[in-house]
């Protein structure tokens, strides 16, 4: 194997398993943090315990994923600068500015107001200190925009000009950055999806919960916030997706007629629902496949034709010289349809979720005992006039919990269709990937980092699972007196509390 070729996809390795590792916590941060808002809101309003109580209850699941996020993305740094040095020199003065952005304003503003939240609870008037859980998820917000902004620069780069004596690229347009309609369609697609992954989330936990008939008034308001979470989110990513979908035939359509192995120009051209290929002839050897629905997806007719692999590889090698432009189909191909597929389970699971629970039902402990051991059990049994509701059977229950992880899994066949579907380019058509590694980093280095960060990730991963299932079993906590009434000034308590310990100091 050539030496540069192996550096090559080594430093690719490394970067994506530590990339996807750490992208599990990014949905669940941006999407937690408003949930958690939301419900404290509604506390704040209504005054009902159910509320409070699910505003801990999540809020703490919410904090061990934070922390964990924080952990595991501080090693993106170091991949750039030890395997990726050509390649930070090269972008350095562009991926300076919407950096910066996220670590000085979005990271350190998100920072501050979490640890108001935090130690704010018996600090802070109630509306005060709701307004702090609002500035994190403001904060989430923000700092996703940045990091994306950036990312979809390398899928289209624009507001630059290359320095040809400094041998980079330099900034020029830091608006045109921000706001093209990459990262826009980018942003919205990766906010839906963390709101799926979030709604998800929520449900999994409170239909296991529910199922046992624990902590049901909280759980219940949870699965319902939870429901519509995913239904929202859902549609909005399926959308999102098909935006991002026409625009990347436009700027990127290698990447799309990898994703549907399309390997010559049609018109109009079919959808592939299953396809097995051979990549060295170039041709599909069996496909299942949707006429004109491709056209559709790309250009918003059934008509229009779509460049095919064949075609798009030579008008790339009349462009950029002689090469092999094409991706990885096979892992191009089925990351988008892995992406997809665990994306809408989730989104149906909520659908017939919201539709099953579609009146406001309690629980009836005499009926749940005795359907124990029956394959219809009543978990939300009757409704506020004492009459029999709907009841959930066992396999939705099952699955609801199940679907807790799927857009966990969809969100990393996501980033791997994006990042793999660019290919053989680190930034579209200025800079190939193999022109980005170290060049004075050895092989063995390279080994002996990713062993380590694996190794470091797996311990990770226990910890963070044992204290996730720890938290999430334990339910909602009891409140007291103290957690229902909150001082009414900054830092008040009542004259009888003045030697109480402090929460917090250093």
């Known amino acids: ?61 919410f904090l061990i994923n934070i922390a964990m996020g924080v952990v595991t993305g501080i090693l993106q740094e170091f991949q750039f600068g030890m395997n990726w040095s050509d390649y930070s020199r090269f972008v350095g003065d562009v991926f300076g500015a919407p950096l910066a952005f996220e670590a000085l304003i979005a990271f350190f503003f998100e920072s501050t107001f979490i640890g108001l939240w935090i130690f704010g609870w018996d600090k802070l008037p ?102 519509v979470t995913v239904v929202v989110g859902g549609l909005l990513t399926a959308v999102s997706g098909d935006h991002i979908a026409k625009i990347m035939y436009e700027q990127q359509p290698m990447k799309m007629a990898a994703a549907e192995a399309l390997w010559d120009t049609e018109g109009p051209a079919p959808f592939s629902a299953f396809a097995i290929g051979d990549v060295d002839e170039g041709r599909n050897v069996v496909a299942i496949e949707v006429p004109g629905l491709l056209s559709f997806l790309a250009h918003g007719n059934f008509s229009d034709p779509v460049p095919g692999i064949n075609d798009t590889n030579e008008a790339m090698q009349e462009e950029f010289g002689p090469g092999d432009y094409r991706p990885n189909i096979p892992v191009a191909y089925w990351s988008f349809r892995w992406m997809i597929t665990f994306g809408m389970i989730s989104f149906a699971l909520g659908v017939a979720g919201l539709w099953l629970t579609r009146r406001r039902l309690f629980l009836s402990e005499r009926l749940r005992e005795k359907a124990a051991d029956t394959e219809r059990v009543p978990i939300l049994a009757l409704t506020r006039d004492g009459e029999l509701g709907p009841t959930l059977s066992r396999w939705y229950w099952r699955l609801a ?84 009434n909150p001082p009414t000034r900054i830092g008040g308590h009542d004259r009888e509390d003045a030697d109480r310990p402090m929460a917090f100091s250093y």
């Open 1 to 61: 194997m050539d030496l540069a070729l192996a550096d090559e996809t080594l430093a690719r390795w490394q970067f994506g398993i530590t990339t996807v590792y750490h992208f599990l916590f990014v949905p669940l941060t941006i999407s937690l943090a408003t949930l958690v808002a939301c419900l404290q809101t509604a506390w704040v309003r209504t005054g009902k315990d159910r509320y409070l109580r699910a505003t801990k209850f999540w809020g703490k699941l």
């Open 126 to 227: 109630k509306k005060l200190h709701l307004a702090t859980i609002w500035m994190v998820a403001v904060g989430t917000v923000l700092s996703a925009y940045f990091i994306l902004a950036a990312n979809s620069w390398m899928q289209h780069p624009v507001g630059w000009t290359y320095n040809e004596e400094a041998g980079r690229a330099e900034l020029t347009d830091f608006l045109a950055v921000l706001t093209q309609n990459t990262a826009v369609a980018h942003f919205a697609h990766a906010i839906t999806a963390a709101f799926l992954t979030g709604g998800a989330f929520v449900v999994g936990i409170a239909a296991w919960h529910l199922r046992k008939g624990r902590h049901v008034e909280v759980m219940r308001t949870s699965m319902r916030l939870g429901l």
């Open 401 to 484: 919990f199940l679907t807790l992880a799927f857009p966990l899994i969809s969100n990393a066949w996501g980033w791997i269709f994006t990042e793999m579907g660019r290919q053989p380019w680190v930034v579209y058509g200025v800079l190939p990937t193999s022109a980005g590694v170290s060049p004075n980093v050895s092989q063995g280095e390279v080994i002996l980092s990713m062993s380590v960060y694996t190794l470091l990730y797996a311990v990770l991963a226990v910890v963070e699972v044992k204290l996730l299932i720890k938290y999430a079993k334990a339910g909602p906590p009891e409140l007291t007196d103290a957690d229902r």
